[in-house]
């Protein structure tokens, strides 16, 4: 048997065995490049899920997963939401873009990624395009834990079209420049948010993430207080 029909015969039982099966239920895109995915199915049901928490979704390659953040998930019903950016070609902009309602899909998780649950205080979020999906699955769960949600884009007309559309209010949003004097502004904003005693999530482009959290360190803010997890860097594929 050829290898690679014996790589897709062994792709097809690692799947069954590990991830659990979902039919796309509703897709569009609800702004330039941002598409609100709706993944419903009888496996989705009776999952433990708590905000920040991640899916990998198998795509058409044999071994090849992308990462998304549910921003809610309806354990009864068995039914979980992503917000995915088209930011190019790779599998998992393919889709995220091509995907229709009565398409399947096979999901691995939800898995533990960013958790502030031990940090105490009000959120201050970070991140990008990639983490508007986990900014608002952070201030939807926690009514009585404020979250400062910042986030760096490339168009930022389309990121207010996706913040309404979430009903997501008081965001600040920093258009993205080539030399990247924005990562400058976002880290003007830490100081008074260190004084209002902010537990902090940086995720997204991994370099922003690194600067943030040198500036909070030279901020004297302990670790305790910061979670950070990068969901991309130029030149790598798939991080996770
Ligand atoms: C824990 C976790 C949670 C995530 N949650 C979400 C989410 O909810 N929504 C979402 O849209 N994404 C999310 N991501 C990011 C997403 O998994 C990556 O952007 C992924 O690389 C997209 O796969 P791809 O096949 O399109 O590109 P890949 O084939 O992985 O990458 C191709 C090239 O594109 C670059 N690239 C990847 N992402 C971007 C980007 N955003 N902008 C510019 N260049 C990029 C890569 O560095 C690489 O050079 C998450 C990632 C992680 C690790």
Do not use: N
Request: aromatic share 8%; net charge positive.
């Amino acid at each position: 048997m050829p290898a690679e029909s014996v790589k897709g015969r062994l792709d097809g039982v690692l799947r069954r065995m590990l991830m659990r099966r979902a039919t796309i239920s509703a897709c569009r895109p609800i702004a330039e490049r941002f598409h609100l995915i709706t993944l419903e199915g009888p496996a989705l049901q009776g999952m433990s899920w708590a905000p920040g928490q991640k899916v990998q979704i198998a795509m058409a390659a044999p071994f090849v997963t992308r990462t998304y953040t549910p921003i809610e998930w309806d354990a009864l019903t068995g039914r979980t939401r992503i917000l995915c950016y088209v930011h190019g070609e790779g599998p998992g902009s393919a889709w995220a873009r091509d995907v229709k309602p009565g398409d399947e899909c096979d999901v691995f998780g939800p898995r533990s990624s960013v958790d502030p649950r031990p940090a105490s205080g009000p959120l201050a979020v970070f991140g990008d395009e990639t983490s508007i999906g986990l900014g608002y699955a952070l201030s939807g769960r926690y009514p009585t834990r404020s979250a400062a949600l910042h986030f760096e884009l490339g168009d930022t007309e389309a990121g207010k079209h996706v913040l309404k559309h979430l009903d997501l209010s008081g965001v600040a949003l920093f258009e993205k420049r080539a030399d990247d004097a924005h990562v400058e502004q976002m880290a003007a904003a830490l100081p008074s948010l260190v004084a209002a005693g902010a537990s902090f999530v940086f995720a997204g482009k991994a370099a922003t993430v690194q600067r943030l959290r040198q500036s909070l360190k030279q901020l004297d803010v302990t670790t305790p207080r910061i979670t950070t997890k990068a969901y991309w860097a130029p030149g790598k594929v798939g991080l996770d």
